[in-house]
């Protein structure tokens, strides 16, 4: 089992920055990938960023070169730095890790860009 906590989420104006942490604990050792998603309302949970196991990244094309994914290791956190906010970034953002096959969620936070 693993269990992740996210943190990092709130309101900031548009063309401002967060950084969201998710840290990782149980068996988080077994973790071979971590991941960022969002869900805005009324509209599909998406991928946003993630990262595996060789810190190979990948990114949703809508934030490519805005936002950036890191990890340590030390601490089982994976961190999302978001820069240039825009409005449409609002969501809830969602940890998401996959250990053996399994993928695991965090409980979500918020984040709201306002124009």
């Known amino acids: 089992q693993v269990q992740l906590v996210e943190s990092g989420g709130g309101l900031v104006q548009a063309g401002g920055s967060l950084r969201l942490a998710c840290a990782a604990s149980?068996?988080?050792?077994?973790?071979?990938?971590m991941g960022w998603y969002r869900q805005a309302p009324g509209k599909q949970r998406e991928g946003v960023a993630g990262i595996g196991s060789s810190d190979r990244t990948n990114y949703s094309d809508s934030v490519k070169g805005r936002f950036t994914i890191s990890r340590d290791n030390a601490k089982n956190t994976v961190y999302l730095q978001m820069n240039s906010l825009k409005p449409e970034d609002t969501a809830v953002y969602y940890c998401?890790?996959?250990?053996?096959?399994?993928?695991?969620w965090g409980q979500g936070t918020q984040v709201t860009v306002s124009s």
């Open positions: 998401t890790a996959v250990a053996y096959g399994v993928r695991y």
């Open positions: 149980g068996s988080s050792v077994s973790i071979n990938f």
